[in-house]
T-cell receptor, first 115, second 115 residues
Framework: DTGVSQDPRHKITKRGQNVTFRCDPI?????LYWYRQTLGQGPEFLTY????????KSRLLSDRFSAERPKGSFSTLEIQRTEQGDSAMYLC?????????????FGPGTRLLVL | AQKVTQAQTEISVVEKEDVTLDCVYE???????LFWYKQPPSGELVFLIR??????QNEISGRYSWNFQKSTSSFNFTITASQVVDSAVYFC????????????FGKGTRLSVIA
């Protein structure tokens, strides 16, 4: 069984550009999560999906951030008009089960650098 | 409110020494889950253990052991006979049914094992 995959692994962009990251969860997992991790900090929750429904998005950092999971499989996280403060590692995780307390398995992350 | 505190920012030990990583949590829920993850230099978070609030038995897995004490709201992690490959950042995390964040992480403890 393959793990969670994320693409790209690294992204360098100029301030003001839009970026999109993709996450493919473990195949049978119904829940998918996005986190941001800055240097020296633990992962910070952004949003999550159960199948195609986005159940929590109040933690998205601003209205420049949006996420989709249109068919309940892979998900995308988009950041519009990037700022230097968006530079961070963006992590995706997935889990299977009836509740969000199930174990989350993480992907390798996408490291974003905004110049 | 959900909160996880890892007071030790960095620890250095010499190979074969035992080391304990501390984790203190706060929650108002009576049902909750505690986790430990390892983040090696490659960046991917690796799941180590999940415990629920009703199971206070200590757990041992090879060189790893966990001490869960509800009376002090702690879930400490001990590595016995540490090895260089144990060098990583270790995160403690909490999941409960309050708030809108499925998983809350501590800031992590960076462990360096010196040969």
């Amino acid at each position: 069984d393959t793990g969670v995959s994320q693409d790209p692994r690294h992204k360098i962009t100029k301030r003001g550009q839009n970026v999109t990251f993709r996450c493919d969860p473990i195949s049978e997992h119904n829940r998918l999560y996005w986190y941001r991790q800055t240097l020296g900090q633990g992962p910070e929750f952004l949003t999550y999906f159960q199948n195609e429904a986005q159940l929590e998005k109040s933690r998205l950092l601003s209205d420049r951030f949006s996420a989709e999971r249109p068919k309940g499989s892979f998900s995308t996280l988009e950041i519009q008009r990037t700022e230097q403060g968006d530079s961070a590692m963006y992590l995706c995780a997935s889990s299977y089960g009836p509740s969000p307390e199930e174990t989350q398995y993480f992907g390798p992350g996408t490291r974003l650098l905004v110049l | 409110a959900q909160k996880v505190t890892q007071a030790q920012t960095e620890i250095s030990v010499v190979e074969k020494e035992d080391v304990t990583l501390d984790c203190v949590y706060e929650t108002r829920d009576t049902t909750y889950y505690l986790f430990w993850y390892k983040q090696p230099p490659s960046g991917e978070l690796v799941f180590l253990i999940r415990r629920n609030s009703f199971d206070e038995q200590n757990e041992i897995s090879g060189r790893y052991s966990w001490n869960f004490q509800k009376s002090t709201s702690s879930f400490n992690f001990t590595i016995t006979a540490s090895q260089v490959v144990d060098s990583a950042v270790y995160f403690c995390a909490l999941s409960d049914r309050t708030g809108n964040t499925p998983l809350v992480f501590g800031k992590g403890t960076r462990l360096s094992v010196i040969a």
